[in-house]
């Protein structure tokens, strides 16, 4: 039987595709990522891969604009002040155990697999703790592929129990 890779790559690039886009999901991220691309039908390394890949996407973005976007919301939709308010709490208080180990320890705090604990949260918190973007983006990276190594051990044992 011949192997047809490009049958195989046009079958896989959807579920990649879903895996990708629902990694990037807040609460979600990675987490949810890797086990929706297995049961999509993706390979433990592949839906590992596009889940870093989805939830790595915005952590940039989170780390360099969130402070201007609140600021933003604030002045022109006072309505979310206390949506505002609760991001800014949460990045503050999770930014407090980072503060002590910085880097280190804000790859320790996205490596976690545990809610409330990401690649969006970590990145919220560098934001607020004026961590450089140059600084604090390899730290997110190590956490978020540890957090994926995690997750990927885990699913992989329970998919090998069915």
């Given at each position: 039987?011949?192997?047809?890779?490009?049958?195989?790559?046009?079958?896989?690039?959807?579920?990649?595709?879903?895996?990708?886009?629902?990694?990037m999901?807040?609460?979600?991220?990675?987490?949810?990522?890797?086990?929706?691309?297995?049961?999509?039908?993706l390979?433990?390394?592949a839906?590992f891969?596009?889940?870093?890949?989805?939830?790595?996407?915005?952590?940039?973005?989170?780390?360099?604009?969130?402070?201007?976007?609140?600021?933003?919301?604030?002045?022109?939709?006072?309505?979310?002040?206390?949506?505002?308010?609760?991001?800014?709490?949460?990045?503050?208080?999770?930014?407090?155990?980072?503060?002590?180990?910085?880097?280190l320890?804000?790859?320790?705090?996205?490596?976690?697999?545990?809610?409330?604990?990401?690649?969006?949260?970590?990145?919220?918190?560098?934001?607020?703790?004026?961590?450089?973007?140059?600084?604090?983006?390899?730290?997110?990276?190590?956490?978020?592929?540890?957090?994926?190594?995690?997750?990927?051990?885990?699913?992989?044992?329970?998919?090998?129990?069915?």
């Amino acid at each position: 039987m011949e192997l047809n890779l490009q049958w195989l790559m046009e079958t896989m690039m959807g579920e990649f595709t879903l895996t990708v886009l629902f990694s990037m999901i807040p609460v979600v991220e990675l987490r949810g990522g890797i086990p929706f691309g297995v049961t999509l039908g993706l390979p433990v390394w592949a839906a590992f891969i596009a889940a870093v890949i989805g939830n790595l996407i915005p952590v940039p973005f989170i780390i360099v604009y969130i402070r201007r976007i609140l600021q933003w919301m604030r002045e022109r939709i006072p309505r979310l002040n206390r949506l505002v308010d609760a991001l800014e709490r949460k990045a503050h208080l999770k930014g407090r155990r980072v503060t002590k180990y910085k880097y280190l320890g804000l790859a320790i705090f996205v490596a976690i697999p545990l809610p409330g604990t990401g690649a969006w949260t970590g990145a919220l918190a560098a934001a607020f703790l004026d961590m450089p973007l140059r600084r604090a983006l390899p730290s997110v990276i190590a956490g978020v592929v540890t957090a994926g190594l995690a997750i990927s051990i885990l699913t992989y044992g329970v998919a090998s129990l069915f």
